[in-house]
């Protein structure tokens, strides 16, 4: 999963000796990335957790009974520096105990474009009618943000749409002129009616007409790992359904605030918003090639 960026081999023991390594590895440790930590153990553990950004972390069990795997995505807004995160492994082994240990994230900078967009402006200076709808709405998501259930999904993740993004994670939006918050997620272009599918299992935690998103579906894959699709011009599931990956759950439309047709694919991995790309790139079927996601330079 992803390409070894480093490797920490010391460790601290407690009540026992068993040894545990931490690798880091991803596309890139920056802004807005899917950061893989894989912890080895010498023993079985019951229980592997992983403390960083001021969050917790729930790592999973791999096909080796010694491999853990944990999700550690980095907001946007996470300034460049040294960050530690602290793993905590609980044995079920003949020398059950805990064996902490640590990995250190250096995480560099990141450059994003500025997206400049003209739209209805309704949807730039909402009318005062549609102030609660806005706040109660943007309080909902913030809260479906926080949740933390358990693994949903089983095999690699998978793009949802076959097109390409056009790249706009993280770029600084400005709309008719007006600086707004960066753009959250990745746009897929097409033509209304374009078969949208969950990009892996989960659980359909919100899916309805909202605001500014338009026909919004919101899947919850577990682990803190969160899917939004908006703009849909059909959504094809009810909240409260179980889905699978590959499994159809809306159509490609041009609802809410939008300049035309697509899709837009917002993740959020333990309440940070992270690139659709950097996710498939570490947990997908094949890493991400299209250019416009990179991770660096200038967009």
Request: with cysteine; hydrophobic share 40%; charged share 15%.
């Amino acid at each position: 999963m992803g390409t070894a960026l480093g490797i920490v081999l010391a460790c601290s023991l407690v009540a026992t000796q068993s040894h545990v390594t931490v690798a880091v590895g991803g596309r890139a440790v920056q802004p807005g990335e899917v950061v893989v930590l894989t912890v080895h153990t010498a023993e079985p553990a019951a229980r592997v957790g992983v403390h960083v950004f001021d969050r917790d972390v729930t790592a999973f069990r791999a096909d080796d009974p010694l491999t853990w795997t944990a999700l550690v995505g980095i907001d946007l807004d996470v300034k460049p520096g040294a960050y530690r995160a602290e793993v905590e492994v609980h044995l079920n082994g003949s020398g059950s105990g805990t064996v902490r240990q640590s990995a250190t994230l250096n995480v560099s900078a990141r450059r994003f474009s500025t997206l400049r967009l003209r739209v209805d402006p309704g949807f730039v200076n909402p009318p005062d009618a549609e102030t609660t709808r806005i706040l109660d709405e943007a309080a909902r998501l913030a809260h479906l943000w926080t949740m933390d259930t358990e693994r949903h999904w089983s095999g690699p993740f998978m793009s949802p749409v076959t097109v390409k993004p056009v790249g706009r994670f993280g770029a600084r939006s400005v709309f008719n002129g007006q600086p707004r918050q960066p753009h959250g997620g990745d746009d897929y272009p097409g033509p209304v009616g374009t078969p949208i599918v969950s990009p892996a299992g989960g659980k359909v935690v919100l899916a309805e007409n909202l605001y500014f998103t338009g026909n919004t579906v919101v899947v919850d894959h577990g682990l803190g790992v969160l899917s939004l699709f908006a703009h849909l011009s059909k959504i094809g599931v009810a909240k409260g359904d179980t889905v699978e990956g590959g499994q159809r759950i809306g159509l490609i439309g041009a609802t809410g605030r939008v300049t035309g047709p697509h899709l837009h694919w917002a993740v959020r991995l333990g309440g940070a918003r992270v690139d659709p790309a950097s996710l498939l790139a570490a947990v997908g079927k094949t890493p991400a090639t299209d250019s416009a996601s990179a991770p660096s330079g200038a967009r």
